[in-house]
């Protein structure tokens, strides 16, 4: 008997069935969910949720540790074959990215907000 797992490209979790059902199955895309979460800790605590916060508000500096994951982990796929430059190049024309001069086809930030959802 054997069990199988996807690894998470961002944070090297490894996730499979869960209850018969395939974990990334189960996940439910939400374009309105904060960076991050605030926890209540301490003794006799339960980690309760005790508010969320943006990446303007990140004095931990996880949002550019975590960007720069994002972005290497597409490389990383793109790299390997697993996804091709032309579902990038696709992405980044349909969210709003407009292309620089340059043989390397560099990107300007566009706006990600609108796109995200629609994946």
Request: proline share 5%; aromatic share 12%.
């Amino acid at each position: 008997m054997e069990y199988r797992s996807a690894i998470c490209p961002v944070c090297g979790t490894g996730h499979g069935k869960r209850n018969g059902k395939n974990y990334w199955d189960t996940i439910t895309f939400d374009p309105n969910k904060p960076f991050g979460v605030i926890q209540d800790v301490g003794r006799g605590r339960s980690f309760a949720v005790i508010g969320y916060f943006n990446p303007d508000d990140d004095p931990d500096g996880y949002f550019p540790a975590v960007k720069a994951r994002l972005l290497q982990a597409v490389a990383e796929w793109v790299a390997k074959g697993w996804i091709a430059k032309e579902e990038v190049t696709a992405l980044a024309q349909q969210i709003g990215v407009e292309k620089r001069g340059g043989e390397r086809g560099e990107y300007d930030q566009g706006d990600f907000r609108g796109a995200v959802g629609k994946f």
